[in-house]
């Protein structure tokens, strides 16, 4: 299976996608990259001339403070584009970074523009996937404010789970995911520490199994009553858009 296509079953969760659009898809002129683990994709406050799908792997979208620290904003996981509101917003306020190997294409945003003019429909789904993105960044924002520790982990696991799911990067409650508990801290605003023993909470309810980049959803209802895990907000329904 092309790799490209991982998009197309992303976007094909949400609406019907015509032949015409499929191939459209296909057909736009890519250049392929690819990115070891700990690189820049995109570095905060450049311009942009392309946007960056991501083909494999797992990238972050990351803020770094003045001290050093540094918090990761976003996950973004195989079908997503990373940075497609760069081609409104011209100028990133933030850095996208490799959280592992990946495999990235970048399309020109004058494509992007002329696909825009000539497909409509399919420039709307890609639309789609910003507002998606500003979703899970909102949900984000509730869950760090709002929920505790365990809650807040069990509630992202549900969350990848099913946008890997969507893509086909997991099934039957068990995907890959090459994040060390250092990033988890990062995402969670958390330390290391507390992300080692909320895991370990975790497994010992009997929720989830994590051995190296192997998960196990053992319970994702379960799962999901822990976090208050509620899916609206990753759009996971087909509708004319």
């Not at 792997?57 to 996981?77: H, K, N, P, S, Y």
């Not at 490799?98 to 890609?126: S, W, Y």
């Not at 010992?204 to 192997?214: K, P």
């Amino acid at each position: 299976m092309p790799a490209i296509e991982l998009l197309v079953r992303m976007l094909s969760r949400r609406d019907v996608l015509s032949e015409a659009e499929r191939q459209r898809i296909h057909a736009l002129p890519f250049r392929e990259k690819l990115f070891a683990k700990g690189e820049s994709i995109v570095v905060s406050h450049t311009e942009p001339q392309e946007s960056c799908l991501l083909l494999s792997g797992i990238a972050g979208r990351e803020i770094i403070l003045e001290d050093g620290g540094r918090q990761i904003t976003a996950l973004q996981v195989a079908g997503d584009f990373v940075d497609l509101h760069g081609l409104v917003l011209k100028r990133m306020d933030h850095g996208v970074l490799a959280l592992t190997d990946c495999q990235v294409a970048n399309v020109a945003h004058g494509e992007l523009i002329k696909l825009g003019e000539d497909m409509p429909h399919l420039m709307r789904l890609f639309w789609l996937s910003t507002l998606i993105d500003g979703a899970i960044q909102r949900n984000w924002t509730a869950s760090m404010g709002r929920r505790n520790a365990l809650s807040q982990l069990a509630h992202l696991l549900c969350e990848l789970y099913l946008r890997l799911e969507v893509v086909g990067l997991a099934k039957d409650g068990q995907m890959r995911l090459h994040l060390s508990q250092l990033v988890l801290a990062d995402v969670l605003g958390l330390s290391a520490v507390h992300v080692n023993r909320t895991l370990q909470s975790l497994r010992r309810q009997g929720l989830v199994e994590w051995l190296g980049s192997d998960v196990t959803i053992r319970d994702f209802d379960k799962l999901a009553e822990l976090s208050d895990f509620d899916q609206t907000y990753l759009n996971l329904i087909r509708l004319p858009r």
